[in-house]
């Protein structure tokens, strides 16, 4: 009976690859190994070394304000637009090895209106808040109250920034005055540099969006300085003890260097861009800023010379909006509009003194935060090793999908699971289509520039390269494809595929034409058409070239697909059926490789009409229309055909993507959806099928990209296995009956959870011929059974006689059974029962015993009945016999005393 388990396709969820930061507040860790960043309404703890998330923090269900992370990354600190600031304790976890534990400490309202800064202290115990009210307050981390509270501000507190300077070096008032004055509190609080005599004291820079910084002095409580020289939003504050100076960045396109001394201004720079972000390096001999341009820029603050090379402005989403850095690290993390963090190197200022231009520090890695909308995505490379992902932008992102280096210390060293590894660049507007051929060596993508272009894939070498650009079309292109045709083994095109590209390419425009492209080796820079055909009367969605090079089809906007000869790009058939525009076409593979391919094969369609069609390529006939998903089909891919065995009587399979954000899995040979899969929030823009593990990667509108595990043989496995061993304890338990081990019997159909076999065993028991004398059940083997059951037995016991309960036919048996179970424990010991794991709302003991109470009343009101029914029908034939005596036509049994009725003859 085993060896018929049916087979049936299964895919679980390997591994995803999600966003970390979608904007808004940023923080690191002084190591540089944890992240905490905003995701919506949640803030995301991520190691930086091997890209898995240490722990999520639930929002309170509004967006984040402001977050900061103490340097040790002990506690972290999060408040929303629900005037609320959630402090986080934080250590690692005990269970696991790569979590975070994570313990909310306080809950506290810090301001009347929201906090937009935050700022913690070197030592990670202090924290000051800056409101949209223009307050700044000073807490205490780990207490969870506020120390100080400091007016001033005319406007929205947009940076703040802890610094300490030496007793008196900012203060023109009498130091030793000062000490005698100083209060307890104050006394406590200072401290001493590198163990010498000198005091030094906490100071509180803070920015407002007038363009003034205020100086506050800890110990006395006051602003001490303030400071108006910048006409705009104050984005940014850093303060050099060797240089004993402030830095002020500024939205006005100018940074300001203050003397800490007299607070007054020592150099003016003017960056000519909004700034964001700047800080000192190398011991304050040099400035790095970062803003709109999207460039690190580093500056000599003695003469405010710009010592990096003109670097060429970003566009819009390239503009940086935080940097990430600590003394201890070797490179600076720039954060992008487009949630992209750039690790830019320091290693050009390790020469002992910069005097001469400099280059770009360089770009050693990059970290997508989100991925946006996922368009479209391919595997790529010669072992299938890198994702090529489409994001709704003008670039293409590689990403590996291996892991080297993960828990390297070294930041440079590390590629983990998802790290982007190359981007390429070119297209002037979002790329709306993609595919790569048989290699993985060779991709082309079409955007909205009106262009396509070549891409040559080398990962060995680490080389992208553009190979060429194919301009013509005159409006936007929606559909691109290159040919999978293998070449034959051993020739020069299979072992050298990167000196081979395609033969061609063909590409589809919302101009509703369609063009083949041909490719030599030689052919460098712009191509030229071969042919232009006018396709459609709408768009065109989709194109897709048939396993053997020949024929490539279109779909479009028009509900229709268009085969067509790809020597001559003449249409030879069309496949009409679709009731709204068809947005994805696939060939089946070869019909060599699949069974029921017919002559010419076949080729999947998926349409706005929520079905995907299967058609004949011999005459273009529809052999099956799979319905099942709730909203437009937006992408297919087959799998690769893969019997398990020769019990195998599956077809080929095609997987379908689709908006109410589902993948579902279609044998095209029966029509049956093999298996859905659910793992998306928003639509599924794309899919891609691993060429010979038939692995699938999902990827939609919620920016998370799916990997799914091929586990039919597994899951086949587990069936067999689980079958045989139902098998044998079926088996096990009518041997058990047969011998009247009923204590065996019983515990075995309990373990089984059998029902129907269990009911069985009970009603023959208490339907015995002879009964023990004196039993409750009907045997004494019986009643010693059921009075020694373990809870969890007895428990799934009483579920069972609540469902025999319910039904007329079978309550007779539960009523006896529930009898002596009743009889054979206390009332503590029933009363103590609890389910094992989570139980519904119906599951719980009380719900049980109310529906046994409920059924036996209504079986006992049944009873009644019938009996006082059977009063009325003993009455009603002692009246019929009167009746009768007063008509001579009475029986007369009973005054004869006979046992029966006796016929009085006329």
């Not at 690859?17 to 690191?28: K, M, R, T």
């Not at 894939?457 to 494809?481: K, M, Q």
Request: with cysteine.
């Amino acid at each position: 009976m085993s060896q018929r388990t049916a087979i049936k396709t299964t895919y679980a969820v390997e591994r995803t690859l999600q966003p970390i930061y979608a904007g808004g507040s940023i923080a690191l860790s002084e190591d540089g190994r944890i992240l905490a960043a905003c995701l919506g309404e949640d803030a995301v703890l991520t190691d930086l070394r091997n890209g898995k998330e240490l722990a999520r923090v639930e929002g309170d269900g509004e967006v984040i304000t402001a977050m900061a992370l103490t340097p040790s990354a002990s506690h972290l600190i999060v408040c929303s637009r629900s005037l609320s600031m959630q402090i986080y304790a934080l250590q690692p976890s005990e269970l696991e090895q790569d979590s975070i534990q994570v313990k909310r400490l306080q809950a506290l309202r810090p301001h009347a209106t929201p906090v937009v800064s935050l700022a913690v202290d070197p030592t990670g115990t202090l924290l000051a808040t800056g409101g949209a009210d223009g307050i700044v307050k000073i807490w205490d981390i780990r207490a969870g109250y506020f120390t100080h509270t400091f007016h001033g501000h005319g406007g929205v507190i947009s940076a703040l920034h802890f610094f300490q300077v030496e007793a008196g070096k900012d203060d023109l008032t009498n130091s030793k005055k000062r000490k005698r004055n100083q209060s307890k509190q104050e006394l406590e609080t200072s401290t001493t540099v590198d163990g010498s005599d000198n005091e030094v004291e906490w100071r509180l820079a803070s920015g407002a969006e007038d363009g003034k910084i205020r100086i506050w002095d800890l110990h006395k409580r006051k602003s001490i300085a303030v400071l108006d020289s910048h006409f705009s939003v104050v984005r940014t504050l850093e303060f050099s003890p060797e240089q004993n100076s402030l830095l002020s960045g500024s939205r006005d396109k100018t940074v300001i260097l203050w003397d800490a001394q007299t607070w007054k201004t020592k150099r003016t720079i003017a960056a000519l861009e909004g700034i964001e972000s700047a800080g000192f390096l190398r011991e304050g001999q040099v400035i790095y800023t970062g803003g709109e341009n999207g460039c690190i820029r580093l500056w000599t603050p003695d003469s405010g010379r710009e010592i990096t090379r003109e670097q060429p402005e970003g566009v819009e989403t390239d503009a940086i909006v935080d940097t990430l850095f600590f003394p201890s690290l070797t490179y600076i993390i720039s954060v992008h509009a487009d949630q992209v963090l750039k690790f830019h190197s320091l290693d050009p200022l390790n020469s002992s003194l910069v005097i001469e231009t400099l280059e770009p520090l360089p770009i050693f890695r990059r970290v997508s935060g989100t991925h946006d909308e996922v368009i479209d995505l391919a595997y790529v490379g010669s072992d299938k090793s890198l994702l090529a992902l489409n994001t709704n932008s003008e670039d293409v992102r590689i990403v590996t999908l291996e892991s080297t280096n993960s828990n390297a210390e070294d930041m440079k060293d590390g590629k983990y699971f998802g790290a982007d590894v190359a981007l390429l660049q070119g297209h002037e507007d979002i790329i709306i289509c993609l595919d790569v051929d048989w290699s993985g060596h060779w991709l082309v993508t079409g955007s909205k520039d009106n262009t396509a272009r070549l891409w040559r894939i080398d990962p060995e070498n680490d080389s992208y390269t553009c190979r060429a650009v194919l301009t013509g079309h005159a409006e936007s292109l929606g559909a691109i494809a290159i040919p999978h045709v293998t070449p034959a083994e051993g020739s020069a095109a299979f072992e050298n595929p990167l000196s081979h590209p395609p033969e061609f390419l063909v590409t589809g425009s919302q101009d509703r034409t369609i063009k083949r492209w041909d490719i030599t080796k030689d052919s460098k820079g712009k191509l030229r058409a071969k042919y232009t055909r006018k396709a459609h009367d709408k768009d065109i969605n989709a194109l897709d070239i048939d396993p053997t090079g020949k024929l490539f089809a279109s779909a479009s906007q028009d509900k229709t697909v268009k085969i067509y000869s790809a020597t001559e790009g003449e249409a030879i058939g069309v496949l009409r059926g679709h009731r709204r525009g068809v947005w994805t076409v696939k060939f089946a593979p070869t019909s060599s490789q699949v069974p029921g391919g017919g002559g010419k094969g076949l080729i999947a369609t998926g349409s706005g009409d929520k079905t995907v069609k299967i058609w004949n390529l011999s005459d273009y006939s529809c052999l099956l229309t799979l319905e099942g998903h709730s909203n437009s089909v937006l992408k297919l891919a087959w799998l690769p055909y893969r019997p398990v065995d020769a019990r195998d009587k599956r077809g080929p399979q095609v997987a379908s993507a689709a908006g109410d954000g589902l993948v579902k899995v279609w044998d095209s040979a029966s029509g049956e959806s093999m298996s859905t899969l659910d793992n998306h929030t928003d639509r599924v823009w794309a899919l891609a099928a691993h060429p010979t593990t038939g692995a699938l990667i999902s990827g939609g509108g919620d920016s998370v990209i799916t990997f799914w595990e091929d586990t039919t043989n597994a899951t086949l496995e587990a069936a067999t296995t689980a079958e045989t061993e139902r098998i044998e304890l079926d088996q096990q338990l009518q041997n058990f009956t047969y011998a009247g081990n009923y204590r065996d019997a019983i515990t075995l159909a309990l373990q089984m959870d059998q029902p129907g076999r269990l009911f069985s065993l009970f009603k023959s028991v208490v339907e015995a011929e002879s009964p023990d004398a004196g039993s409750m059940s009907g045997l004494h083997a019986v009643d010693e059974v059921l009075a020694n059951l373990a809870d969890e037995q007895l428990y799934k016991l009483l579920i069972r006689l609540r469902d025999w309960n319910t039904n007329v036919r079978s309550a007779p048996i539960a009523q006896k059974i529930l009898w002596t179970v009743v009889k054979s424990y206390p009332a503590s010991r029933l009363a103590a029962l609890k389910p094992a794991g989570r139980v519904g709302a119906k599951g719980s003991l009380k719900d049980v015993l109310d529906a046994i109470k409920a059924y036996s009343e209504r079986h006992y009101r049944r009873v009644e009945d019938l009996v006082d029914e059977s009063y009325l029908l003993d009455f009603t034939l002692r009246e019929m016999d009167e009746v009768a005596e007063l008509k001579g036509i009475t029986n007369g049994t009973s005054q004869l005393g006979l046992n029966q009725d006796l016929v009085m003859a006329d």
